[in-house]
């Protein structure tokens, strides 16, 4: 099977584990980057011996990229897959899909009607744990999942925030914990609890004075199963202690996933610390498999970079999806119900009701 050639847009933090996937997939011919800022992409060009690129319509033109993977700060995400998907190129893109809910349209809009794939990053849905929770949900094992709950208690401080222009505000971020740290458990919710009928939430900034987002969100979900959910997010425990998704089924059985241990990893500038693992597993019949998922875990932890092994796995799907014209592991689509997710949050505070879905973007 012929490669497909590729390219990279944003050379920052997390455009590094792109590049080093990029580089290294079979399914992959890399051929470009691009960064409004030239020494990045000229750094990026001869690490990668790749061509570089400032402007994406010209990288794109000049390139020909059959798919692209999009590492900008998320508002800026629409414009780069619009000017790819007018070209007919494809886009994975990273979390979140995009800032609003009418850019995320506008993308899938403009995806359809060229037929390209529009992909999202949520590379904790491959973590091992978070497979064998999946597996067990949709064999039934707990039930009908009737409960989910994500919590996160992690930490980012000054120097974070100000590492980049765009971080902490609302204008270039688009918001704070909700929008940057916690698209992969709200994706993750979706994924086990399915469509959301209703949430009600609130958010305030508790401990980190020089940013204008929030550094704590919490909601109530009404799943259109009937089952409940509920969030507690935030940046504000220093140092950090973890982020887990945990879900309760009809039967009465439990399945959990600490995704994190301590303060979630920073792209390119920490490393994952501690290997993913389950921390609850009471489906009847199995209580004792904890210790045997745990070594197992710790196992491939052991043999792999976690930090950059499933984003390697996120990007070879999507490649191979591009490739074999099937839908990617997680769609435009799924980007999108993580943007409804936070958007209904903010908007659940602004009005002071639980906000119905779907609602107009
Ligand atoms: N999946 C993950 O675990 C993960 C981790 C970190 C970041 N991210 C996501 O990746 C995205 C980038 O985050 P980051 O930490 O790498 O940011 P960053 O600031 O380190 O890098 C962004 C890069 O984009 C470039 N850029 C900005 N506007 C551009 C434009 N119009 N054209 C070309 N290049 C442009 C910047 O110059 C910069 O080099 C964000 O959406 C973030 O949420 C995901």
Redo the contacts with the bound molecule.
């Keep these: 099977m012929p490669s497909i050639r590729t390219a990279l847009?944003?050379?920052?933090?997390?455009?590094?584990?792109h590049a080093a996937a990029l580089r290294e997939l079979p399914e992959s011919e890399f051929v470009a980057v691009?960064?409004?800022?030239a020494a990045?992409?000229g750094a990026f060009a001869e690490r990668y011996g790749v061509q570089p690129f400032?402007?994406?319509a010209d990288m794109i033109r000049s390139a020909k990229p059959q798919a692209i993977v999009?590492?900008?700060?998320?508002p800026?995400?629409a414009?780069?897959v619009i000017l790819a998907a007018q070209a007919g190129v494809s886009a994975l893109?990273?979390?979140?899909l995009a800032a609003s809910l009418a850019d995320c349209d506008a993308m899938l809009t403009a995806s359809r009607n060229a037929g390209a794939k529009l992909a999202v990053?949520?590379?904790?849905r491959l973590y091992e744990p978070v497979q064998r929770m999946k597996t067990a949900i949709d064999a039934g094992k707990i039930g009908t999942p009737m409960l989910g709950v994500f919590s996160m208690f992690s930490w980012r401080d000054q120097a974070y925030y100000q590492?980049?222009p765009?971080?902490g505000k609302w204008a270039t971020e688009g918001g704070g914990v909700l929008?940057?740290q916690s698209?992969?458990q709200l994706d993750l919710l979706l994924w086990f609890m399915g469509e959301i009928d209703e949430i009600t939430g609130c958010w305030a900034n508790l401990n980190h004075p020089y940013i204008e987002v929030e550094d704590t969100a919490l909601a109530m979900i009404r799943f259109k199963s009937g089952g409940l959910g509920s969030i507690v997010t935030s940046l504000s425990q220093k140092p950090g202690i973890y982020t887990k998704v945990h879900i309760h089924g009809s039967n009465g059985a439990s399945v959990g996933v600490e995704t994190d241990r301590g303060a979630?990893?920073?792209?390119?500038v920490s490393e994952i610390a501690e290997p993913p693992r389950n921390d609850i597993w009471t489906i009847p019949g199995e209580e004792g498999l904890l210790a045997v998922f745990r070594d197992q875990d710790r196992k491939q932890f052991r043999a792999v970079n976690a930090t950059n092994h499933y984003?390697a796995l996120q990007i070879q799907d999507f490649l191979q999806a591009v490739r074999d014209d099937r839908p990617p592991l997680v769609t435009g689509d799924d980007g999108r119900a993580v943007v409804a997710m936070f958007t209904a949050i903010y908007r659940s505070q602004n009005e002071r009701r639980a906000i119905k879905f779907p609602f107009e973007a």
């Design positions: 847009i944003g050379c920052g933090k997390v455009g590094q584990i691009c960064d409004r800022d990045r992409a400032t402007d994406v999009v590492c900008t700060p998320h800026l995400h414009e780069a893109v990273e979390k979140p990053i949520s590379q904790r590492s980049d765009w971080r929008v940057n698209p992969h979630t990893f920073i792209a390119g984003h």
